[in-house]
């Protein structure tokens, strides 16, 4: 009986800004004790994938690591993946962009293990058409796609044993099926029972690829309830090499040598069950069979199309609003890069950081949490804005406002351009939508709260409530769009107007607000008129929300209300309410910066800690003191500054809040 060969995988992925205690715990817990077991198994050969962000971090940290996957890749025990440097979904970033992140990680792997990769590793198995081109021309023969991403190509059964050869554009690359952990098994299973499981679902096939994230082995070993990861390891390596007469451990391209009959297949645009499951639309109630097919993580292998896998994988950028601003903000800042000339060290340097803000994890929200963690997020910004801010000509940039379409809306977003900041104000609601400090590189309009499903939480929207209360918004203007008023204008001012309606005292009275951005170094100030243009006096309270991120976790935030010279010191973790301020400060420990607002008139302050937008069933991202710690998924403060105003006929009051950042 011919033996069937078997391909043991690990992908090994963390985002930027991930907190080094979790690059720890997963050291300890996963890639160590796999690596070092594999070791004292040399019979037993494996194909691993390190993101460039991981390896960067072995190195700093543990070099040992390092020292032993290079004497096993010489051997050719191990065959390392290259792929994108920072992890992206490849299909999300422009093709010049993918060739610079993939020649980068190929570089590094070059360098340190002294051979060049040949097959390419595709964070969540994110595929389009024309990949196989890109791919091809990068130096790859292979990548590997899911098994429901044959199936969706047609295959099942028998066709999914073996590598097909796909192409575009008359260049070819071999694809391998990869019998994901978190995909093709109902839990995670060990090496040897994965691939009993499989041949019992499948007959005998030629090759069976099992492919593991590194977080699975943590699982695979607490569902076993032995003593230690390596004892773990090392159970399951003894039992795969006792098969040894059935199977026998190969790699990818020791396989693909004694290969020659390719059947030929074409893969359509698609990715991992996790990211089109987490982003598909929402279904209707009326059909709660097709919602539970869904929703369920399991079973992971229909015979038939899963719904959920139709579409394109852009559509996560649809779910959730924070995908699509941080997806905005990257294709016009990889604009800007594109346009810099003449000095090729500086466009290199931006190009790197252009490429750390595409880290696919700050995307959606993956099994940690991903875009879902605030560090994820701010981290991809921080990136952003410096390569932002590389482009800059010294003595040729001058501060101002553009107006562009930046998030595809069809509305035409304003954008100030400062020397300190950037202030971008969307039409709908007059909203400020991101604020960034070019001193520390932070977009304090940062936040999204799992109470309205990730929904961005905005700065300077506004409610209109009952007078004296913070209640339900009554008016129409807290998401309707705002007229940009086209008359003369100072460069560093933008007017924006509204009539609507507000249902007050139980009737429905017609208001109108304008709300006047001026921009200037250091901050920014917004002056409200509102007028009753009602024949009737009126009474409400106007709630201005100041949606902020000022630092990774409550701790490092500082907040407190100013009230004429004194200062209310509050607690960052706790909702509260004070009266009678005029400022509000919300101080950034770890960067040494503070925001400022002030505020011409009293007002009344409603403040919450804002939380994450998680799925019930991803993991609770951790902390260095334990998942547990209430301050683990802040995510940033949501402040309400109440005004009480009273209108008279055909009358108007104004008010003005300034915005600083300071030292």
Same mark, same amino acid.
């Given at each position: 009986m011919?033996?069937?060969?078997?391909?043991?995988?690990?992908?090994?992925?963390?985002?930027?800004?991930?907190?080094?205690?979790a690059l720890?715990?997963?050291?300890?817990?996963?890639?160590?004790p796999?690596?070092?077991?594999?070791?004292?198994f040399?019979?037993?050969?494996?194909?691993?994938?390190?993101?460039?962000?991981v390896?960067?971090?072995?190195?700093?940290?543990?070099?040992?690591?390092?020292?032993l996957l290079?004497e096993?890749?010489?051997?050719?025990?191990?065959?390392?993946?290259?792929?994108?440097y920072?992890?992206p979904?490849?299909?999300?970033i422009?093709?010049p962009d993918?060739l610079?992140?993939?020649?980068l990680?190929?570089?590094h792997?070059?360098r340190?293990?002294?051979k060049?990769?040949r097959?390419?590793?595709?964070?969540?198995?994110?595929w389009e %058409?024309?990949?196989?081109s890109?791919?091809?021309?990068?130096g790859?023969?292979?990548?590997?796609?899911?098994?429901?991403?044959?199936?969706?190509a047609?295959?099942a059964?028998?066709d999914?044993?073996?590598?097909?050869?796909?192409?575009d554009q008359?260049?070819?690359?071999?694809v391998?099926?990869?019998?994901?952990?978190f995909?093709?098994?109902?839990? %995670?299973?060990?090496?040897?029972?994965a691939?009993?499981s499989?041949?019992?679902?499948?007959g005998?096939?030629?090759?069976?690829?099992?492919?593991?994230?590194?977080?699975?082995?943590?699982?695979?070993?607490?569902?076993?309830?032995?003593?230690? %990861?390596?004892?773990?390891?090392?159970?399951?390596?003894?039992?795969?090499q006792?098969?040894?007469?059935?199977?026998?451990?190969t790699?990818?391209?020791?396989?693909?040598?004694?290969l020659?009959?390719?059947r030929?297949?074409?893969?359509?645009?698609?990715?991992?069950?996790?990211?089109?499951?987490?982003?598909?639309?929402?279904?209707?109630?009326?059909?709660?069979?097709?919602?539970?097919?869904?929703?369920?993580?399991?079973?992971?292998?229909?015979?038939d199309?899963?719904?959920?896998?139709?579409?394109?994988?852009?559509?996560?950028?649809?779910?959730?609003?924070?995908?699509?601003?941080?997806?905005?903000?990257?294709?016009?800042?990889r604009?800007?890069?594109?346009q810099?000339r003449?000095?090729?060290?500086?466009?290199?340097?931006?190009?790197?950081?252009?490429?750390?803000?595409?880290?696919?994890?700050?995307?959606w929200?993956?099994?940690?949490?991903?875009?879902?963690?605030?560090p994820?997020?701010?981290?991809?910004?921080?990136?952003?804005?410096?390569?932002?801010?590389?482009?800059?000509?010294r003595?040729s940039?001058?501060?101002?406002?553009?107006?562009?379409?930046i998030?595809?809306?069809?509305?035409?977003e304003?954008?100030y351009?400062?020397?300190?900041?950037?202030?971008y104000?969307?039409l709908?609601?007059?909203?400020?939508s991101?604020?960034?400090?070019?001193?520390?590189?932070t977009?304090?309009?940062?936040a999204m709260?799992?109470?309205?499903?990730g929904?961005?939480?905005?700065?300077?929207?506004?409610?209109?409530?009952e007078?004296?209360?913070f209640?339900?918004?009554?008016?129409?203007?807290?998401?309707?769009?705002?007229?940009?008023?086209?008359?003369e204008?100072?460069?560093?001012?933008?007017?924006?107007?509204?009539?609507?309606?507000?249902?007050?005292g139980?009737?429905?009275?017609a208001?109108?607000?304008r709300?006047?951005?001026?921009?200037?170094?250091?901050?920014?100030?917004?002056?409200?008129?509102?007028t009753?243009?009602?024949?009737?006096?009126?009474?409400?309270?106007?709630?201005?929300?100041?949606?902020?991120?000022a630092?990774?976790?409550?701790?490092s935030?500082?907040?407190?209300?100013?009230?004429?010279?004194?200062?209310?010191?509050?607690?960052?973790?706790a909702?509260?309410?004070?009266?009678?301020?005029?400022?509000?400060r919300?101080?950034?420990?770890?960067?040494?910066?503070?925001?400022e607002?002030?505020?011409?008139?009293?007002?009344?302050?409603?403040?919450?800690?804002?939380?994450?937008?998680?799925?019930a069933d991803?993991p609770?991202?951790?902390? %260095?003191?334990?998942?547990?710690r209430?301050?683990?998924?802040y995510?940033?403060?949501s402040?309400?500054l109440?005004?009480?105003?009273d209108?008279v006929?055909?009358?108007?009051?104004?008010?003005?809040?300034?915005?600083?950042?300071?030292?």
């Amino acid at each position: 009986m011919q033996k069937s060969h078997v391909i043991i995988g690990a992908y090994n992925l963390m985002p930027e800004g991930i907190e080094d205690a979790a690059l720890e715990e997963a050291y300890q817990f996963c890639w160590r004790p796999f690596l070092s077991v594999l070791y004292r198994f040399p019979a037993i050969a494996s194909v691993l994938h390190f993101s460039g962000t991981v390896l960067r971090w072995l190195d700093a940290k543990h070099p040992e690591f390092i020292m032993l996957l290079e004497e096993m890749v010489l051997r050719k025990q191990i065959e390392l993946l290259g792929g994108g440097y920072f992890s992206p979904l490849l299909p999300l970033i422009p093709v010049p962009d993918r060739l610079g992140q993939i020649e980068l990680l190929t570089t590094h792997i070059r360098r340190s293990f002294a051979k060049r990769p040949r097959g390419c590793w595709l964070a969540e198995y994110a595929w389009e %058409p024309g990949l196989a081109s890109t791919l091809q021309a990068c130096g790859f023969d292979y990548t590997f796609l899911t098994e429901r991403h044959f199936r969706v190509a047609g295959m099942a059964g028998a066709d999914i044993g073996s590598p097909v050869m796909t192409e575009d554009q008359g260049r070819s690359l071999a694809v391998f099926p990869a019998f994901d952990a978190f995909e093709s098994f109902a839990s %995670p299973k060990p090496f040897a029972e994965a691939v009993e499981s499989l041949a019992s679902r499948l007959g005998d096939q030629r090759l069976y690829s099992v492919f593991y994230p590194g977080e699975a082995f943590k699982e695979m070993w607490e569902a076993s309830k032995l003593e230690s %990861p390596d004892i773990f390891f090392e159970h399951s390596f003894a039992l795969l090499q006792r098969e040894g007469l059935e199977y026998e451990t190969t790699t990818p391209t020791r396989y693909l040598k004694g290969l020659r009959d390719f059947r030929r297949a074409y893969f359509p645009g698609c990715a991992s069950a996790r990211l089109m499951e987490r982003s598909a639309p929402d279904l209707p109630v009326a059909d709660p069979a097709r919602q539970r097919k869904v929703a369920k993580p399991g079973p992971r292998v229909p015979e038939d199309r899963p719904s959920a896998f139709e579409g394109s994988l852009r559509r996560v950028l649809l779910k959730h609003q924070e995908s699509l601003a941080l997806y905005s903000k990257m294709q016009y800042v990889r604009i800007l890069v594109g346009q810099l000339r003449g000095d090729k060290s500086r466009k290199k340097t931006a190009q790197e950081e252009l490429w750390r803000g595409q880290c696919g994890g700050a995307y959606w929200p993956d099994q940690g949490g991903g875009i879902a963690r605030l560090p994820v997020r701010a981290a991809a910004y921080s990136a952003l804005i410096e390569a932002e801010k590389i482009t800059r000509q010294r003595g040729s940039f001058s501060p101002g406002i553009v107006s562009s379409d930046i998030d595809f809306d069809g509305a035409k977003e304003i954008m100030y351009q400062g020397a300190d900041l950037n202030a971008y104000v969307q039409l709908r609601g007059a909203c400020l939508s991101e604020l960034d400090s070019m001193k520390t590189r932070t977009n304090y309009v940062n936040a999204m709260d799992g109470s309205q499903g990730g929904a961005r939480m905005l700065c300077f929207r506004d409610r209109i409530t009952e007078k004296g209360r913070f209640g339900e918004d009554r008016g129409g203007f807290r998401d309707a769009y705002y007229a940009l008023s086209e008359t003369e204008r100072p460069a560093h001012v933008a007017s924006l107007y509204r009539e609507d309606y507000a249902e007050l005292g139980g009737k429905r009275r017609a208001l109108s607000i304008r709300k006047t951005y001026s921009f200037r170094k250091g901050g920014l100030s917004v002056e409200y008129e509102l007028t009753n243009r009602d024949s009737s006096p009126v009474s409400l309270r106007l709630a201005v929300e100041l949606n902020l991120a000022a630092g990774m976790d409550a701790s490092s935030v500082g907040l407190s209300g100013l009230k004429g010279h004194d200062e209310l010191v509050m607690d960052s973790l706790a909702p509260c309410r004070a009266d009678a301020l005029v400022g509000v400060r919300l101080v950034n420990a770890a960067k040494e910066e503070r925001i400022e607002a002030r505020s011409d008139r009293p007002f009344s302050l409603e403040h919450s800690p804002l939380r994450p937008s998680i799925r019930a069933d991803a993991p609770t991202p951790s902390s %260095p003191e334990g998942p547990d710690r209430a301050d683990a998924a802040y995510q940033g403060c949501s402040l309400l500054l109440g005004y009480d105003l009273d209108l008279v006929p055909d009358s108007s009051q104004r008010l003005s809040l300034t915005l600083e950042l300071r030292s």
